[in-house]
């Protein structure tokens, strides 16, 4: 039975395979780490992912759900197009997928992307030179990064062209005006490089908001900070380590997004 303030619509579990099942459990996962961050933006936003194993099937969130609602078996499953798949009391909140479905459709790697509206996102993304490579933690998105000039409310498909050129094969985007987007092999390695992409844009805005003069790394310091990095990312810590711990702190809090 939900929880008081949740929606009961019983469980899609044994109607899906387990490859999708899985991919339902992580991204609902992801959606409620979003929400307890405070990355959220009401109902606004998207996180998708590519279930394993279909012809472009994918997993978004329903229309009029908060992110700390979310739950494996209320996302909606859709094709490129955004029209749903499964029986469901629900709709897809289809008015941002036009930028999810034009990765995924042009990137077979991107199985997973996440969009959001962060105040730290927004603001950097409103400044001319964008993000800048001010700490250790800035080095990753930075070195990925690519952007995309604000065209309106992304509804358009006209836009879907102009986006995938602009991101290229970077694994993040940022919109200009809009805010930040990331695209992962898994939803593990996509909420990773979100997770600092946005503590990048909230470092910069702090230390900016600070006026001190500033000090910047040396060449040589970024040269070595751009190896290692490599070298890290080579190891698979993102489904490895991180989205095993981030699943049970989820659990902790509240594990009906199992549901």
Not at 41 to 63: C, E, K, Q, W
Not at 174 to 185: D, K
Request: charged share 20%; glycine share 6%.
């Amino acid at each position: 039975m939900a929880k008081p303030g949740m929606l009961d619509i019983g469980s899609v579990k044994d109607k899906v395979s387990a490859a999708e099942w899985e991919t339902r459990v992580n991204l609902a996962a992801a959606y409620r780490m979003v929400a307890h961050l405070g990355w959220d933006d009401l109902i606004y936003t998207h996180i998708s992912a590519r279930i394993p194993g279909t012809d472009h099937h994918f997993l978004i969130n329903p229309l009029g759900l908060m992110f700390e609602e979310i739950t494996a078996s209320s996302l909606v499953k859709v094709d490129l197009s955004g029209k749903q798949l499964m029986d469901t009391p629900f709709i897809p909140n289809a008015a941002g997928f036009v930028i999810h479905s034009a990765i995924h459709a042009a990137r077979d790697d991107a199985m997973c992307v996440l969009h959001l509206h962060t105040d730290y996102g927004i603001a950097v993304s409103n400044q001319k030179d964008g993000l800048l490579p001010m700490c250790q933690s800035s080095i990753p998105p930075w070195m990925t990064v690519a952007y995309h000039d604000y065209e309106g409310f992304a509804v358009n498909d006209g836009e879907k062209e102009r986006l995938v050129a602009d991101m290229g094969t970077k694994n993040c985007l940022i919109l200009r005006n809009h805010g930040t987007l990331t695209a992962g092999e898994s939803v593990a390695k996509a909420f990773e490089m979100m997770f600092f992409l946005e503590k990048a844009c909230r470092v910069q805005i702090l230390t900016q908001s600070a006026g001190a003069e500033l000090h910047s790394p040396s060449k040589e310091a970024m040269d070595n900070a751009m190896r290692d990095v490599r070298v890290v990312a080579g190891a698979n810590g993102a489904d490895n380590f991180v989205w095993p711990a981030i699943l049970r702190k989820m659990d902790r809090l509240d594990p009906s997004f199992r549901d």
